[in-house]
C-alpha cells in the first residue's frame, strides 16, 4: 500500500495566521482527501482533491478557508486560514488505491490555535 | 446518503476477554466496509475490510468483523483482547463504483479501554 508522509506533525498557531499541511505519497494516486477530526470527535471529510482539477468540498466547508492545492499525481496540500482557536484539529490525508479498494492515511497533523 | 452508527461510545474491557465493537451502517447498495483503529497521538491504521465475496472477515492483529446485509451491521470481534489493544476504533462505509476511490464516511468511534 502506499506510503503518505505529512507534514508538519504538529504546530501550535496565533490566531489569524495560516498553515499549510503537505501531504506527499510515495506512488501516483488519483484521488486525494482531506480530513479533519476535531478534539474527541471522529474524522470529517473536508475535500477531494483531484490532480488538475479545483477540489471538491463538503457541505460546511469553503475554500477560502480551506485552499487546496494537487499539483501533480504524487502530492497535495491543505492550507488552514485565518485560524481561529474553533480550528485547533488533526488534519489527515487520505489515498484511495484501485488495485485494492484500500484507502491510506497519512499520521496527521496537530493543530492548536491560540 | 451514507451513515454510520456505533452505539458504544465507550468499552472496557478485561485484557483476555472477548471484544465486539457494534457498527451500523446505511447505505442504498452493497457498502465497502472498514474498520480503522487509532492509537492516542497516531494515524489512522486499517484492521480489515469488506467488499464482497465472503461475510467474515479476517484482519490483523487478530481481529474479524462480520458482515450482516439483513442487520446493516459490520461488528468487529477479537476472541482476546491485549493491553495493547486500546484505542479509538472507528468504523467507516465507503461509496460503490466501479472505478475510483470514493469517500469514506465514518462513525463516531468506539474508545476501548483494557482493564488489567
Known amino acids: 500500500s502506499a506510503v503518505i508522509s505529512q507534514k508538519p506533525s504538529r504546530d501550535i498557531c496565533q490566531r489569524g495566521t495560516s498553515l499549510t499541511i503537505q501531504c506527499q505519497v510515495d506512488s501516483q494516486v488519483t484521488m486525494m482527501f482531506w480530513y479533519r477530526q476535531q478534539p474527541g470527535q471522529s474524522l470529517t471529510l473536508i475535500a477531494t482533491?483531484?490532480?488538475?482539477?479545483?477540489?471538491?468540498?463538503e457541505s460546511g466547508f469553503v475554500i477560502d478557508k480551506f485552499p487546496i492545492s494537487r499539483p501533480n499525481l504524487t502530492f497535495s496540500t491543505l492550507t488552514v486560514s485565518n485560524m481561529s482557536p474553533e480550528d485547533s484539529s488533526i488534519y489527515l490525508c487520505?489515498?484511495?488505491?484501485?488495485?485494492?479498494?484500500?484507502?491510506?492515511f497519512g499520521s496527521g497533523t496537530r493543530l492548536t490555535v491560540v | 446518503a451514507q451513515s454510520v452508527t456505533q452505539p458504544d461510545i465507550h468499552i472496557t474491557v478485561s485484557e483476555g476477554a472477548s471484544l465486539e465493537l457494534r457498527c451500523n451502517y446505511s447505505?442504498?447498495?452493497?457498502?465497502?466496509l472498514f474498520w480503522y483503529v487509532q492509537s492516542p497521538g497516531q494515524g489512522l491504521q486499517l484492521l480489515l475490510k469488506?467488499?464482497?465475496?465472503?461475510?467474515l472477515v479476517q484482519g490483523i492483529k487478530g481481529f474479524e468483523a462480520e458482515f450482516k446485509r439483513s442487520q446493516s451491521s459490520f461488528n468487529l470481534r477479537k476472541p482476546s483482547v491485549h493491553w495493547s489493544d486500546a484505542a479509538e476504533y472507528f468504523c467507516?462505509?465507503?461509496?460503490?463504483?466501479?472505478?475510483?476511490?470514493?469517500?469514506?464516511?465514518f462513525g463516531q468511534g468506539t474508545r476501548l479501554t483494557i482493564n488489567p
Open positions: 482533491a483531484n490532480q488538475g482539477s479545483e477540489a471538491t468540498y
Open positions: 487520505s489515498v484511495g488505491h484501485l488495485a485494492n479498494y484500500g484507502y491510506t
Open positions: 447505505y442504498g447498495a452493497t457498502p465497502y
Open positions: 467507516a462505509v465507503g461509496a460503490r463504483k466501479i472505478q475510483g476511490a470514493q469517500k469514506l464516511v
Open positions: 469488506y467488499f464482497s465475496g465472503d461475510t
